[in-house]
């Protein structure tokens, strides 16, 4: 495997996959193990993933959860999710406006006047059209600051600090430009309109009505709760450094969560079907900045959530990566069928070279919201998930 630097931006890296003809979805029964077993083939240490279709569900996994011992991956393994955190974030606080105590479009300065940016708007935040500059290149900007940070505590106020102190990477509401600064400022306005963590309102609001009993924000925990897969990144010399244990502070609103296939399956038919928002209030988070512009027919982000073209049409989630886990939850959008993939080696690969991991993972998740193909359906576009960056 390629080593690659470390210190890029944890920015999108969203896959955006372009596929020749629309053609009626059909399930897919029994093709999850071995789409799995072709994603380790491929050189990844370990995969699990629950596919849904109604309600039937199927979970699978393969490889090892853990290469010096060789121990199994297993379906049902907590996994830190990364940036799907953004949906459950952006959830509570579209359940804020529905309770009329936040308004999208009013400056993000009506609630955090210590952090005020110039015509940035909270819908701004939870869509990354502010022009606020990340701060992961920051903390992140050498490979020795990954291990350096690993028992480090981050105040939320100083990660949105060091974010707004850089280069703006535009004018508010000009362009889509991916940035978690962004939900460190929703999550501070979040706990300033309630007066609860994050942790707690995202808890209380999706986590305990949802029965999600494997998910959880872990705060300042290093060691993930429960059964699951070492977090690898390739190092120099060939080794594998495992990243499982890690101060989550960093992340927080912006990509702290841990959660199973299983949850976050659950999660996002509740979003989908309308049990955590009205009609009018899911439509605004549905409501995309275009990947491709002039052209939102391929998808884009909406509010914590991202549309994405595959054979059968758009599909509705999220993809989270940190370091050493990743993770893809797609859906249909009327939550029908569903996958939710986890991995446990992230930054494998350097810019530009050949991801056969990424080519076998697409390939899985299109069969599974998608059905099999015909031989005519192609990629047009390359997926963007070869370009790990720390926080996704």
Same mark, same amino acid.
């Given at each position: ?219 300042? $925990? ?60 899911? $439509? ?109």
């Amino acid at each position: 495997m390629t080593r690659r630097t470390v210190h890029a931006a944890f920015g999108a890296a969203v896959a955006l996959v372009l596929l020749a003809g629309a053609v009626p979805a059909q399930a897919a029964t029994g093709t999850l193990r071995p789409q799995l077993e072709a994603i380790t083939a491929a050189g990844m240490p370990g995969v699990f993933a629950q596919a849904a279709d109604g309600r039937r569900r199927e979970s699978a996994a393969a490889g090892v959860a853990d290469v010096t011992t060789g121990a199994p991956t297993t379906p049902g393994m907590r996994h830190r999710v990364g940036s799907i955190t953004k949906t459950f974030t952006a959830t509570v606080l579209l359940q804020l406006v529905g309770e009329g105590r936040l308004r999208l479009d009013a400056p993000i300065g009506r609630y955090l006047p210590d952090h005020a940016a110039a015509g940035v708007t909270v819908r701004m935040l939870l869509n990354h059209t502010s022009g606020i500059a990340d701060y992961d290149h920051v903390i992140f900007a050498t490979d020795a600051s990954l291990e350096e940070n690993r028992h480090r505590t981050f105040a939320p106020a100083e990660l949105a600090a060091i974010g707004l102190q850089q280069p703006r990477t535009g004018e508010p509401g000009a362009a889509w430009a991916y940035s978690n600064t962004n939900y460190v400022l929703a999550g501070m306005i979040l706990e300033r309109i309630t007066g609860r963590t994050v942790a707690h309102e995202i808890d209380k609001r999706i986590i305990r009505p949802l029965d999600l009993r494997h998910t959880y924000l872990p705060g300042t $925990a290093i060691r993930i709760r429960g059964p699951h897969a070492a977090a690898y990144i390739p190092w120099y010399g060939g080794v594998l450094l495992d990243f499982a244990d890690y101060n989550m502070s960093w992340a927080w609103a912006a990509g702290e969560l841990v959660s199973t296939t299983g949850d976050l399956n659950t999660f996002y038919r509740a979003l989908l079907t309308g049990r955590l928002l009205r009609p009018a209030l899911l $439509a605004q988070m549905q409501t995309t900045v275009p990947w491709v512009p002039g052209a939102p027919e391929y998808g884009g982000y909406g509010l914590g959530l991202y549309s994405n073209l595959l054979s059968c049409g758009l599909v509705w989630g999220h993809d989270g990566l940190v370091l050493g886990h990743s993770a893809i939850s797609w859906h249909t959008a009327d939550g029908r069928r569903q996958v939710t993939v986890a991995q446990n080696m992230t930054h494998y690969v350097a810019p530009g070279q050949p991801d056969p991991i990424t080519d076998a993972t697409i390939a899985m998740l299109n069969t599974q919201l998608c059905g099999e193909q015909p031989a005519t359906a192609r990629a047009a576009v390359r997926p963007h998930l070869a370009d790990q960056a720390i926080l996704r």
